[in-house]
């Protein structure tokens, strides 16, 4: 979805019947995302001037790197730095909330999209994160 600034816009969210502590307590690790995440094969925390930024292998190849440019409860805002998707200016934000008692998860980002199939790709990473969150805690 094309915003009127010229950015795409991709959301995707689930949710889930434990709370929203119980999710977090697995998604909350900015650099534990190959814990949880199918396509992120290993992460590594990183400082760089002294600011938190993830080093991911993905499975199959590719480097990504990535900024956490913000920190509130239960939310991580980041930045893509480098990364082989076809987005540029990438930013984006996990958030864990409750939910009908229960949590959801909202993950959105915006950012130029350098190829048509920038949504579909943005979209698929954010799906196969919730489907394995779903195969963990159930929906």
């Keep these: ?21 119980a999710i977090w307590a697995v998604i909350g690790d900015f650099a534990g995302i ?45 930045e893509i730095i480098e990364s082989p998707l076809p987005v540029d200016e990438y930013r984006a934000t996990i958030t864990v909330f409750a939910q009908d008692g229960g949590a959801r998860v909202f993950w959105s980002s915006s950012f130029k ?12 990473i954010y799906e196969g994160g919730l489907d394995a969150l779903r195969q963990r805690f159930g929906a």
């Design 113 to 124: 999209a350098l190829s048509p199939d920038a949504d579909a790709v943005v979209a698929g």
């Design 1 to 21: 979805m094309q915003e009127e600034s010229g950015r795409d816009r991709v959301e995707r969210w689930a949710d889930f019947s434990v709370s929203p502590e």
């Design 34 to 78: 190959a814990d949880w995440h199918p396509a992120v094969e290993s992460s590594e925390a990183v400082d760089i001037d002294g600011a938190a930024h993830r080093h991911l292998r993905l499975h199959g190849g590719g480097l990504i790197l990535e900024h956490l440019t913000g920190r509130e409860a239960h939310t991580h805002h980041y």
